[in-house]
């Protein structure tokens, strides 16, 4: 049997770089590269019922200090960087091995941040191959848009806001997988589309 994971990314980013109502709209500055800082997954089966967890901290390789926002918004700063902080290509292996023989998906562009942090690091790894379902949650389960980030999405089923845990990888996880199981996602759909295997 095929697990499911799901992975959620937290990358370098800078005040105002986001906008609009539900910050869905992106400017950034040449040099304001899309780094990924975190990483994390959740395994998880047919049921919902998480198996496993990764939980790893990446470092910039252009943009070596984050930025304020970036601390504020996810608590990590460049003393947690420096002494947790693996290289990407590093922490992309430890990826591709923990999500071995499943379906990927994730809550938005993380897939399309993999590949860009792989063109950054002059990588010719293999891409992981990610199904973004935010669509699906949108349209298909008629999650508002305000209530369709990954830490915000629990809250649409009663789960409260923490915001020292907003924007931690492996929390937004939960907080997705919490909303799946809510919503009694139709794991089917995932089974059928047949490009995540790596």
Known sequence: MKNFTLIDLEWTSWKDN???????????????????????ALKFDQNFNTKKLL?????????????????????????IIDEKGLSFLMSY????????????LSNGIDGKVLRENLVLNQSKLKIIQ???????LEKEYLIPKKYLSS??????????F???KAHH?????????YAMKKMKFDINFIKKRNFYFI
């Open 93 to 104: 292996k430890k990826l591709i091995k923990f999500s071995k023989n499943s379906y990927v």
């Open 55 to 79: 939980d790893i901290i990446v470092k910039p390789k252009i943009n070596k200090n984050l930025s304020q926002h970036m601390t504020n918004l996810t608590s990590l700063n460049d003393k």
């Open 162 to 164: 923490n915001k020292k």
């Open 130 to 136: 990610v199904l973004n379902i935010k669509r699906i």
């Open 151 to 160: 830490p915000l999405i629990k809250t649409f089923f009663g789960r409260k």
């Open 18 to 40: 986001y906008f609009g109502e539900y910050l869905e709209k992106e400017k950034r500055k040449r040099w304001q590269k899309r780094e990924i800082i975190q990483i994390g």
């Open 169 to 177: 990888a492996v929390e937004d996880c939960k907080s997705v997988i």
